[in-house]
């Protein structure tokens, strides 16, 4: 064994963890070499005094320097990963058992959740100048306008058509059709009243608001 | 309390004489020591969830170490780093000459604390780590960047160099038993 090699067995030759082969070769070279002998014995009493320095103890005011600190910067400086909530949530196994999917289920939960939450945001509060109120109010009025005179003619219409083709059939027929046209009248103008009167009622609640703020 | 706190709590009461101790016999002053320790367990808080419970210790002596060598840069430490490489094979080399034997050696506290101030950086750090902190040699490796090998060989030199610097700077009466 050379002291080169020799150098690299030293730290496991002092701790006694060289194969007994080893060992037997480095004990050879020990004899041998009053060189790594000398050093050996020189490194074992440095390694025997370091193990006797005293454990120093941090002193209690750092650890309150630290906490305080901490409660200072507070969560904010812990930045936290959603790979990590979710690990905190529901632990590192499931994670890794449930995979992609576990994760793709939880996007759509996530995304369903989001898209809700925005669709009952409220309102933001914004400030208009009395025109401007002014103006919206008369626009909604001619909407509303607009809405009641489509709303009379397609009433009008109905009752045009549902006349004019009991004018043209036979009276026998006509006695026989009388109830089913009065049903079929009735039939058609309330869909067409209920759906105008739905569509008019926001810009009825529109106008009404806009009105008690002039 | 949130539970990142009292995760951070109960690692700060844990570790925190792992960090002081390498700190202090790293830089060998209390106050630097404590410097480095309050923003060593900081910089834990910062990385806290990035942190698996098992890498939190070697994280700790890993960081320690980097900012025990940044206060050594910016203090302008001169230790052995300084010599070059050949005069620290000639020191070593002198360990061997004739003089007083080490069984009549005995190295006070405060010789060897001065002492381990003296070594590179490297030789120091692995000394500290497994002579003082006892620490197993793979986490030495890990945190120090080396092969296995490597940091018995480092260990052996700077023990070796340590006991150098405790021959040059004894008093005879405090080196014969």
Same mark, same amino acid.
């Given at each position: 064994m050379q002291c080169?090699?020799?150098?690299?067995?030293?730290?496991?030759?002092?701790?006694?963890?060289? @194969?007994?082969?080893?060992?037997?070769?480095?004990?050879?070279?020990?004899?041998?070499?009053?060189?790594?002998?000398?050093?050996?014995?020189?490194?074992?009493?440095?390694?025997?005094?370091?193990?006797?320095? !005293?454990?120093?103890?941090? !002193?209690?005011?750092?650890?309150?320097?630290?906490?305080?600190?901490?409660?200072?910067r507070g969560a904010r400086s812990v930045r936290v990963s959603w790979s990590e909530r979710l690990s905190q949530w529901f632990g590192p196994v499931h994670i890794r058992r449930f995979g992609l999917a576990t994760v793709a289920v939880l996007l759509v939960v996530v995304t369903v959740w989001q898209y809700?939450?925005?669709?009952?945001? !409220?309102?933001?509060?914004?400030?208009y100048s009395a025109a401007e109120v002014e103006q919206a109010k008369r626009e909604i009025e001619l909407t509303l306008a607009y809405l009641h005179r489509y709303m009379q003619q397609?009433?009008?219409?109905?009752?045009?058509?549902?006349? @004019?083709?009991?004018?043209?059939?036979?009276? !026998?027929?006509?006695?026989?059709?009388?109830?089913?046209?009065?049903?079929t009248q009735t039939a058609v103008r309330r869909p067409m009243q209920t759906l105008i009167t739905d569509a008019a009622a926001p810009f009825e609640a529109a106008a009404s608001y806009l009105g008690g703020k002039l | 309390?949130?539970?990142?706190?009292?995760?951070?709590?109960?690692?700060?009461?844990?570790?925190?004489?792992?960090?002081?101790?390498?700190?202090?016999?790293?830089?060998?002053?209390?106050?630097?020591?404590?410097?480095?320790t309050q923003d060593v367990l900081l910089k834990l808080w910062h990385h806290l969830n990035a942190l698996k419970r098992k890498a939190v210790k070697s994280w700790l002596v890993k960081v320690t170490r980097h900012a025990c060598i940044d206060h050594c840069r910016k203090t302008r430490e001169y230790s052995l780093s300084e010599f070059e490489p050949a005069q620290q094979q000639h020191m070593l080399n002198r360990l061997s000459d004739p003089g007083s034997t080490p069984e009549q050696m005995t190295i006070s506290n405060d010789v060897l604390r001065q002492a381990i101030q003296q070594l590179p950086p490297q030789f120091r750090s692995i000394v500290i780590m497994r002579e003082i902190q006892d620490l197993p040699y793979a986490l030495i490796a890990?945190?120090?960047?080396?092969?296995?090998?490597?940091?018995?060989?480092?260990?052996?030199?700077?023990?070796?160099?340590?006991?150098?610097?405790?021959?040059?700077?004894?008093?005879?009466?405090?080196?014969?038993?």
């Open positions: 080169q090699t020799f150098e690299q067995y030293s730290v496991d030759y002092l701790e006694g963890t060289l @194969s007994p082969r080893t060992m037997h070769d480095a004990d050879a070279h020990l004899q041998c070499c009053a060189h790594c002998r000398a050093l050996l014995a020189e490194a074992r009493m440095v390694s025997e005094a370091l193990r006797r320095l !005293p454990q120093e103890s941090c !002193p209690d005011h750092i650890v309150e320097q630290v906490m305080q600190q901490q409660a200072l809700q939450r925005g669709q009952h945001r !409220p309102v933001e509060t914004e400030t397609t009433s009008t219409a109905v009752e045009y058509q549902l006349a @004019s083709t009991q004018t043209t059939l036979t009276e !026998p027929v006509h006695t026989i059709l009388a109830e089913q046209i009065q049903s | 309390m949130t539970m990142e706190t009292r995760r951070f709590k109960t690692l700060v009461h844990q570790h925190k004489d792992l960090v002081y101790n390498q700190a202090y016999y790293f830089t060998g002053n209390r106050e630097d020591a404590e410097d480095i890990e945190t120090m960047e080396l092969p296995l090998n490597t940091v018995k060989v480092y260990l052996h030199r700077g023990r070796v160099m340590l006991a150098q610097y405790v021959k040059a700077n004894c008093e005879e009466p405090a080196l014969a038993r």
